[in-house]
Structure formats: structure tokens, C-alpha cells
């Protein structure tokens, strides 16, 4: 007889939602959000589909996801029809986040599981016109529309991968016109040390743009805006200046400046004798530097990992399901190291990026509920029947633990197999 996943009651009810503390990053589980899928008809500029599809110029789109939303609780408005159809031949829709319902629903999710915070990526690439900073506009108007609707805290994260160091100005620009129109001013924006919380990611990784000193001017600048704290979004090798950090010993000045360090660990391990010799190396020494100086320390956490259709659609081949999910225990094996070690605040990466098969939020949880083709993950890909929120209520058994040490071993259930 096949023996289903068997859930306790601490997974069946996800804690009641309570209004996110906006004062302080202590405490609080952050996701990080995207916002970048958009669909026909919402004006974006550079094609119909962003992010679900590629779409080259006299070809056929091809897909990027490698997962699919789960759009069963958004409205018929809220859905983007497809050509596809499921297994069982009913419709397949996707979602555009430049529709305010969906984004508040999103946010509506995050409430129920206990999600304080959740970090507005904002790309600096789309902010070299006004065309592709329109959308890049509605979402953010959206996110804050959601967070003040449902007691969440937001911030902006700003992204400059794709950019030439001699843009870094636009960041600036472009923070100064967000604190003018009144962005930091919204009950729901998040502060942390008495100050309005910016991340900034991708400085000091070997692939991105700008040196030390380039990147010691743009945070300054931020600074004279007005008063900020700064979250550095990070290589993991920042501490010993290595792996994917630069290697120049200009860049410790860079890394020391942040008031809070979130070194990315996407791909940096893959299962759990890997997560803790990240620990061991990593994690644990991070922790009592940063402690040492004073400096706040943000792990970030993902639920697994998948972009083989992303890769394709660039010309190149990389396996489907890469970094397995192992049914929610690769998720909470980082979550519970990091709060046993003693990280007082947590990342997930991501809420909604299913490009990379990093979401969280519901997913298609079995084949019957995908296309026969192009090829996608769904949540049982490791083995075990899962409903699509699953990851939604890993995530509140996560934000009920943040700042405690009672992180069990193992995930608060039993698998199959008398797990």
C-alpha cells in the first residue's frame, strides 16, 4: 500500500496572522519577491510574456519556468490563459504581478504563514527609461498596496546585475524619487536600527559590475539621501574574499560598511552533508565576525533548484530538478542549521521565482496538474504527495522558530517510508 506524506497538526494550521514588526529585521522571516512575471495586455514594453516565456525576435516563445503556479484561488481576471492544457485536459493559466489582486493575494498567503517581510526586487537594468521603468513602478506600487493591506512589512531591494558600474548613479536617482513620493513613509515599509531598510545586491561578486571604490561611492550616496540601513546582498565568500567574492582586499572595506551581511548561498550546497560543511566553513565563522563588529547577519535560505527550460531557452542543457527539494527537508535542514547556529533572522529565496524553481509560494504539485509538454517539476518530483501550499507551511514552522533555539531535527512530520 502507498503511504502518503502524513502531516501533524503543526503543519495542517499555519499560526494565526499577526501584524509584522515594521521596527527591526530581528526576528523576521524576509522572502525575497520578485514581481517580474507579467502577461499579455499589462502594457510591459519588451513583449507580451516577461519571464514566463523568451521570446525572440521571428521565433516561437520558449518557456523559462521550470515550475508552474498553482492559479486555483485567483480570480478568472487574475489568470493568463495559455495554449497548454494538463494531463486531465483542463487549462493551464499563469499570473502577471502587474495586477494589484494577485500581488495582494500573494501577500494575503504570506500573512496566513506568518511572513513578516518581503523584499521588492527592483532591477537596475529597468531603470534606463521610462518604458521599462513603468512596470518595474506598478509592482512596487503593489507590493506596498498588498503590505498595508496585510500587516507585512516591505523594503526595496535593489539588483544590479546586468548593469555597467557607470549606472550606479540611476540607483541613487531613483532611491532619492522613491523616499520623495513618500515610499518610506508607508506604515508598511520596513526600518531596522531606527532607519528605512535598502538591500543592495550583486556587489562584490566576481560576475558583476563595479570595484571597491565604485562600490564604496554608490553606498555613500545612498547614505546622503537620507538616513538608511544598508543590506548587502552578498557573495559567500565575502569573509575570506574568495569562491565568488572579488578577490581584492579593497572589498573587505565594502563588506565591513553594510549594517547587515546576506551572503547568497543559491547553489552553494546541495544536500545536507553539504549544508553542513557550509556551516562549519562558512556560517558559523560569518556569524562571529559579523557579531564581533556589530553587524547584523541575514542567512539566506531556498527550497531547492531548477532552470533547466531558462538554460535551454539560452542555448545551452542543465539537468531538471538539480538541487532536489527532498520533500521539504532540504529547506528546513538550512532553516534549522541557521537557527541553531544562532542567525536571529532568515531569507528565503525566493517567494515567487519559479525560473529557478526557488518559489515557495503554491505550486503545481503533480504531473496530472501540468502540460504534457514542455517539461516542469512538480512538488512530488522526490516522491511524496504533497498539497501545493507545502511550502507555504514549511514556512510558517520557520517564522514561528526565527530567534529560538527549538529547531527539531527533522521536519515536524513523518514521510513515507516511517520517516
Known amino acids: 500500500m502507498t503511504r502518503y506524506l502524513l502531516l501533524c497538526l503543526g503543519l495542517l494550521l499555519a499560526p ?32 507580451n510574456w516577461v519571464h514566463w516565456f523568451d521570446v525572440p525576435p521571428h521565433a516561437a516563445p520558449r518557456v523559462t519556468v521550470d515550475m508552474l503556479p498553482d492559479v486555483r484561488d485567483l480570480a478568472p481576471e ?18 502577471s504581478a502587474q495586477r494589484p489582486a494577485t500581488v495582494a493575494r500573494h501577500f494575503a498567503w504570506m500573512a496566513e504563514h506568518g511572513i513578516g517581510v518581503a523584499a ?10 521610462p518604458a521599462a521603468q513603468a512596470p518595474l513602478d506598478r509592482v512596487l506600487d ?15 531591494a535593489y539588483d544590479i546585475s546586468g548593469m555597467r558600474a557607470d549606472q550606479f548613479a540611476l540607483l541613487v536617482a531613483d532611491w532619492r524619487a522613491l523616499r520623495a513620493r513618500g515610499l518610506t513613509a508607508s506604515p508598511a515599509y520596513q526600518n531596522h536600527q531606527g532607519r528605512p531598510v535598502l538591500l543592495v545586491w550583486g556587489l562584490g ?28 546582498g552578498v557573495p559567500a565568500g565575502w ?31 546541495a544536500d545536507a552533508p553539504s549544508i553542513n560543511a557550509y556551516r562549519e566553513s562558512r556560517l558559523e565563522p560569518d556569524l562571529a565576525l559579523t557579531r564581533a563588529r556589530g553587524q547584523g547577519f541575514l542567512p539566506v535560505i531556498f527550497p531547492g533548484f531548477t532552470w533547466a527550460n531558462l538554460v535551454a531557452a539560452r542555448g545551452g ?6 538541487v532536489p527539494r527532498r520533500c521539504g527537508a532540504f529547506y528546513w535542514d538550512q532553516a534549522r542549521t541557521a537557527g541553531q547556529a544562532g542567525a536571529e533572522m532568515l531569507f528565503t529565496a525566493m517567494f515567487d521565482e519559479v525560473d529557478e524553481g526557488t518559489a515557495i509560494f503554491k505550486l503545481a504539485p503533480t504531473p496530472a496538474d501540468l502540460p504534457e509538454a514542455p517539461v516542469f517539476t512538480a512538488l512530488d518530483a522526490d516522491g511524496c504527495r504533497l498539497p501545493s501550499d507545502w511550502y507555504l507551511r514549511i514556512a510558517a514552522q520557520i517564522s514561528a522558530r526565527i530567534g529560538t533555539r527549538n529547531w527539531p531535527d527533522r521536519l515536524p512530520m513523518l514521510l513515507p517510508g516511517g520517516g
Open 16 to 47: 494565526p496572522a499577526q501584524a509584522a514588526d515594521r521596527a527591526s529585521l530581528t526576528g523576521q522571516h524576509i522572502v525575497g519577491y520578485q514581481g517580474w512575471f507579467a502577461c499579455p495586455g499589462d502594457g510591459r514594453p519588451f513583449g
Open 78 to 95: 487574475e489568470r493568463c490563459p495559455t495554449p497548454w492544457r494538463d494531463r486531465l485536459g483542463r487549462p493551464v493559466a499563469l499570473y
Open 120 to 129: 521588492a526586487g527592483r532591477f537596475g537594468v529597468g531603470l534606463t527609461s
Open 142 to 156: 503593489n507590493i506596498r498596496a498588498g503590505a498595508e493591506a496585510h500587516g507585512r512589512g516591505f523594503f526595496v
Open 205 to 232: 561578486f566576481r560576475d558583476r559590475p563595479g570595484d571597491a571604490d565604485q562600490a564604496l561611492a554608490l553606498l555613500a550616496a545612498l547614505r546622503a539621501v537620507g538616513p538608511v540601513t544598508l543590506v548587502g
Open 239 to 269: 569573509r575570506t574574499l574568495d569562491a565568488d567574492s572579488k578577490p581584492e582586499p579593497s572589498w573587505a572595506a565594502v563588506y565591513r560598511s553594510f549594517e547587515v551581511l546576506s551572503p547568497w548561498t543559491v547553489g552553494r550546497y
Open 317 to 322: 542543457r542543465a539537468p531538471h530538478n538539480a
